[in-house]
Every structure is written in C-alpha cells, then in structure tokens.
C-alpha cells in the first residue's frame, strides 16, 4: 500500500520558521516529482512547490524566496523548509506524488496543519 506521510506542521509566530517532512513508504518515488500544495479555509488547494528527479524545482510566487524543497531519494523523503512566515501561510499542507512540475499525481498525504499566528 502506497503512503505519503507529513509531518512537521504546527503553530508557529509570524516571522518564523517551520519544516514539513513527507515520508513514502509502499513505493519508491525515487524518479517520482514530489510536491507540496496547500489549502486555506474557503479556498482552492493550490500548489506551492515542487521538485523533479534532476532536482528542477517550481514555486508559486508567493512563497519565493522564503521556502526551500528539497529531496532525500534515498530516505524517499521531500522537505519543505518554510522561512518568514506569514499569516497568509496558514493552510493544510498536502505532500504529492507522481505529478510535474505544474501538475500534481495521483498519490496524496493525508496533511499537515500550519497556522501562522500571534
């Protein structure tokens, strides 16, 4: 059985920093894009990074410069190093598989809360 787990998520003050873990198990995603989406109350989920095989990398503008994804092919593992938070970042984060550059697959993580706040 093919799983993406997420971890790292929580509450953390404007300005701060946090980093998502997502872990695969069931399958290698060794020459799989990964990604990272996210989905605020009342909103579409959208994408917020994503990383190929090469380590080609895609981030939507609004978090350019303040996250970092990164990959582990052999702990089968993606991260996503969030800086300067803001609270405009609280979201479910959502770990992705199989998808590209700009399009997300076909396997998902179950999220992990994030809440920017004072």
């Known amino acids: 059985q093919v799983q993406l787990v997420e971890s790292g998520g929580g509450l953390v003050q404007p300005g701060g920093s946090l980093r998502l873990s997502c872990a695969a198990s069931g399958s290698s995603f060794s020459r799989s894009t990964r990604g990272w989406y996210r989905q605020a109350p009342g909103k579409q989920r959208e994408l917020v990074a994503a990383?190929?095989?090469?380590?080609?990398?895609n981030y939507a503008d609004s978090v350019k410069g303040r996250f970092t994804i990164s990959r582990d092919n052999a702990k089968n593992t993606v991260y996503l190093q969030m800086n300067s938070l803001k609270p405009e970042d609280t979201a479910v984060y959502y770990c992705n598989a199989g998808g590209r550059l700009t399009s997300s697959g076909p396997f998902w993580g179950q999220g992990t809360q994030v809440t920017v706040s004072s």
């Open positions: 990383i190929t095989t090469g380590g080609d990398t």
